[in-house]
């Protein structure tokens, strides 16, 4: 028995000096010697930046993503508005475009419990484009591509919004980017 106490206690005496030591003030850790890049999304982005922002532009009339990288990801509703400027100039030489000018008047969004809410106004009468479906699917898959977006709400007038998914039905339910998956094009 007292061999069995000698082998645990110099067990102890042998872990407790194998700690990491207490240094009296935070240590900078330095990162990795070269950053992981993630791939490129569907279009012509720049690396510079830290953080990936996706936003849903159209091309071949087909939902597609573009990864911009930022220094940091903007709060839902600087999201919104940096879909709602549309495609830059190098996304506009590939081929990208957006069904946002002209089909739905955006007031703003909040993130509430995980749902980005988007207020819309009234249709814009700027170009009478009929593409809503598509526009609603550039919201919900930019905003739900975000970590902190578990799905998108619609209201006008503070009102709750039915509005239209990929099939043509209309619904006042958190939408997500599967909704609108037959909208969603592949590289």
């Not at 159209?58 to 990288?69: A, E, G, H």
Request: hydrophobic share 35%; net charge neutral; charged share 20%.
């Amino acid at each position: 028995m007292n061999r069995r106490v000698s082998i645990v206690a110099v067990a102890a005496l042998l872990l407790a000096g194998c700690g990491v030591p207490v240094d009296e003030e935070p240590r900078r850790v330095p990162g990795p010697p070269r950053a992981y890049s993630p791939p490129a999304g569907d279009g012509a982005a720049s690396n510079a930046g830290r953080v990936n922002e996706s936003l849903c532009f159209v091309r071949d009339d087909r939902l597609r993503t573009v990864v911009r990288r930022v220094d940091y990801l903007p709060d839902v509703d600087t999201h919104l508005r940096h879909l709602l400027a549309g495609p830059g100039d190098a996304e506009r030489d590939v081929g990208f475009t957006s069904a946002l000018a002209g089909t739905t008047s955006v007031a703003g969004a909040r993130l509430s419990g995980g749902v980005a809410e988007v207020e819309v106004g009234g249709p814009s009468d700027e170009t009478g484009r009929s593409d809503q479906i598509v526009a609603y699917g550039q919201i919900v898959c930019t905003l739900s591509s975000r970590a902190d977006v578990h799905g998108v709400t619609f209201s006008r007038y503070g009102q709750p919004l039915a509005v239209p998914r990929a099939d043509g039905s209309l619904s006042v339910v958190p939408l997500t980017a599967t909704d609108y998956a037959p909208l969603i094009g592949r590289r």
